[in-house]
């Protein structure tokens, strides 16, 4: 089992940048493929980015595509999501979750663990 703790949200104007991180303990950190999602008010939790166990492998919804990067660091038990030119729209409470399966998915089921969130606020 793992425990996921993202961290990195706040509030940022319109094409400001954040870096939230998801740090992870328990089992392996590099056992898992990982994703971040994304959930606005009134809205169902949306697809982010997913990285490979190793990160050879990542995968973008086509809202974030050029702006933000997905990287981990596996000696340090870390998932990233850099965000850059960030518009009113990336307002949402961001989720990490991990799989225990090596490759990337975009589909919020195949994700077991998932953590608290964290909350990005982006002003026009």
């Known amino acids: 089992q793992v425990q996921l703790v993202e961290s990195g949200g706040g509030l940022v104007q319109a094409g400001g940048s954040l870096r939230l991180s998801c740090a992870a303990s328990g089992r392996t950190f590099s056992s898992y493929a990982m994703g971040w999602f994304r959930q606005a008010p009134g809205k169902e939790r949306e697809f982010v980015a997913t990285i490979s166990r190793i990160g050879g492998s990542t995968k973008y919804a086509d809202s974030v595509k050029g702006r933000f990067t997905i990287s981990r660091d596996n000696a340090k038990n870390t998932l990233y999501l850099q965000m850059n030119s960030l518009k009113p729209e990336d307002t949402a409470v961001y989720y990490c979750?991990?799989?225990?399966?090596?490759?990337?998915?975009?589909?919020?089921?195949?994700?077991?663990?998932w953590g608290q969130g964290t909350q990005v606020t982006v002003s026009s």
């Open positions: 979750a991990a799989r225990t399966q090596a490759f990337v998915s975009d589909s919020e089921g195949r994700y077991e663990y």
